[in-house]
């Protein structure tokens, strides 16, 4: 059994009680590893397979946020991704990363997140989404899926996609995959959060450094979103900035509704988009 757990948790990575149990290791056999050293609890029903270091004590080892990220998408099998804000992080469209990396990290999933995704000894909390609730047909577990399928034929390269608006970029000593939305998925994530989570200053920075977007993958995803308020942000943001690929979407069938969308309140009305913009954003165009 200690064998097999060895193959199934790669060291550093983390597995809850529900996937113990799923893969036959009950809460007794769980203890017995925890007193011998081949697991560490790190929260209630979370336990970790040491990281084993060359003149590094495993107690001090630590623990990151993209470890609980792979071991989500890797080993339990979540169907979850980074996305919005921290996707376009880690593509390189940060204005003010600091060298401590993302603030916060937003995922993204199919299903409700685990109950003890932000009690880990973690400094970065963690910002859930439903995914579902942006787009109609793109199913995060089929893109978990398509990834090891290429991991397995040894043919994807990092910044691939590999399932239509998903992405993986290599993380730490064990070369893991962390799995995360494309630059144009993660755009249509982060305008959700606005005017909520997000600033329109915030925003239009991100957007002034999206030059290189692919206009096709980005007309599909546009199709897809269920959010109008999301669809106009992203054509009004689009063509302020004047992207050389926004002449190449191909609009056909994107859904733009009816009616004003008030953003901010004393805002302008945009008289394209139907949508109320800061004054000192409109001021700028």
């Excluded at 409700?112 to 963690?126: D, M, Q, V």
Aim: glycine share 8%; aromatic share 8%.
């Amino acid at each position: 059994m200690l064998n097999q757990l060895h193959r199934l948790l790669p060291e550093g990575l983390v597995g809850d009680a529900a996937w113990f149990s799923r893969m036959g290791y009950p809460s007794s056999l769980r203890s017995r590893y925890v007193a011998s050293g081949w697991l560490q609890p790190v929260a209630r029903g979370v336990f970790r397979r040491p990281l084993h270091k060359p003149g590094l004590d495993d107690a001090m080892a630590p623990l990151r946020w993209q470890h609980i990220v792979v071991s989500l998408q890797m080993v339990m099998e979540r169907p979850i991704v980074v996305g919005g804000r921290t996707a376009l992080e880690l593509h390189g469209f940060a204005h003010y990363l600091s060298s401590e990396g993302p603030r916060e990290i937003h995922l993204y999933g199919d299903e409700r997140a685990p109950g003890w995704l932000n009690k880990l000894p973690i400094a970065t909390p963690f910002v859930f989404h439903n995914a579902r609730k942006l787009f109609r047909s793109e199913p995060i577990a089929n893109g978990l899926a398509g990834l090891k399928s290429e991991m397995a034929a040894s043919e994807t390269s990092r910044d691939t996609p590999i399932h239509g608006s998903l992405t993986w970029r290599r993380f730490g000593d064990g070369d893991w995959p962390v799995v995360l939305s494309t630059p144009e998925r993660a755009v249509l994530e982060l305008l959700d959060e606005l005017p909520g989570f997000e600033t329109f200053h915030q925003v239009d920075m991100l957007m002034d450094g999206l030059t290189s977007l692919s206009p096709h993958r980005m007309s599909r995803l546009l199709r897809e979103c269920r959010s109008v308020k999301v669809k106009r942000l992203f054509l009004w943001f689009a063509e302020r900035h004047g992207h050389p690929w926004l002449s190449r979407l191909d609009r056909d069938g994107i859904d733009l509704g009816k009616g004003k969308r008030m953003l901010v309140r004393h805002g302008k009305l945009d008289p394209t988009y139907q949508i109320t913009v800061p004054k000192e954003i409109a001021a700028n165009g």
